[in-house]
């Protein structure tokens, strides 16, 4: 066991991210034993769920967009995502097989006119989801993240991590990558600038 100030912080293994579902990632649900026997090493686990309201700012078509392609928001440039994660849908819940006995589930992605890939501010890097608050509050300073995806929630949750003092470790075994244009690898290094330990 995991020393009280550790925590585990599982992101956004949900239906829709999994071989299946509308955002899929490949491989997505192969992590889900490994990170349900993780689980047991930490006293603090906190789960993510990717909760957006339907005709999210993020969808493509909320804007008459081509999936994947990039927009202009206000709080910079937003890929246009295929719906998923709509609250309350099959999509938005986790996978079956995932143990739910976690502390705490965090939602984010709520708010229509902003993104949120982190668990810990939305994607204009200011407005708080709370998540500091409580790990701190907690005496936690240590996290390790596993989910999905890699690249996306995964990279952005443990960049804004480690800024916000916390000693991150990403397991890469334990996360799948969506990778589009190279962005698994700008997202190791981004991390490993940012001071994330990605093993
Ligand atoms: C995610 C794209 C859109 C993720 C969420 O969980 O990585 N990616 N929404
Ligand atoms: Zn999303």
Redo the contacts with the bound molecule.
Sequence with gaps: MRPANEALIV??IQND?CPGGA?AVTGGDEIVPGVNALMDEFAAVVLTQ?WHPAGHS?FASTHAAAPFSTTEMPYGTQ?L?PD??IQGTGGAAFHPGLRLDGDLIIRK?YNPAI?S?SAFFENDHVTPTGLEGYLKTRGIDTLTLVG??FD???NFSAVDAARLGFKVAVRADLCRA?DMEGSKKTAIDGMKTAGVEVV
């Design positions: 992101i956004d991210f955002l990717d993020s890929v995502w998923h994660c992605g993104d890939y999905l995806a996306f929630c995964v969506i």
